[in-house]
């Protein structure tokens, strides 16, 4: 589903929304990497947990992010209806220095991840 129409009470929702910079970051951590949880945007961004669940309250009151629970983990993605029109103005903004280091912050946390899942599961094989 896409936002063929919207309406001026959305419109407003949706510029008040872009009207935060902690918002658009978060905005481009989860355009560019699908779904994150609350813990990785906290440590990406350097935001208190408060902050963070904050933001993201708003922008799902705002009907631009939705989440899902798996297990204790709450992941939050933009919703399908809201991609493309969040490609089109995020991608404006795609080579802002805070949001390049944003997404090179988010790679590095990844990487180390899968280093760390890597050498786990050579210790399984090993019989470590």
């Known amino acids: 589903m896409r936002l063929k129409h919207f309406t001026v ?3 407003q929702q ?7 910079d902690s918002r658009v970051r978060i905005l ?3 355009l560019r990497n699908r779904e994150m949880v609350v813990a990785d945007l906290e440590q990406v961004l350097d935001f208190t947990q408060t902050k963070t669940s904050r933001q993201l309250a708003y922008l799902k009151n705002a009907g631009l992010v939705s989440m899902r629970r798996l297990d204790n983990w709450m992941f939050y993605f933009i919703k399908e209806e809201a991609v493309e029109l969040l490609q089109q103005l995020l991608g404006f903004m795609e080579k802002d220095p805070q949001l390049v280091h944003d997404q090179q912050i988010y790679q590095t946390l990844w990487s180390n991840r899968e280093l760390a899942a890597y050498k786990l599961q050579n210790r399984r ?3 470590e």
């Open 14 to 20: 949706l510029f008040k929304a872009l009207g935060d």
């Open 125 to 127: 094989w090993q019989g």
């Open 28 to 30: 481009h951590l989860l």
């Open 9 to 11: 009470a959305f419109g």
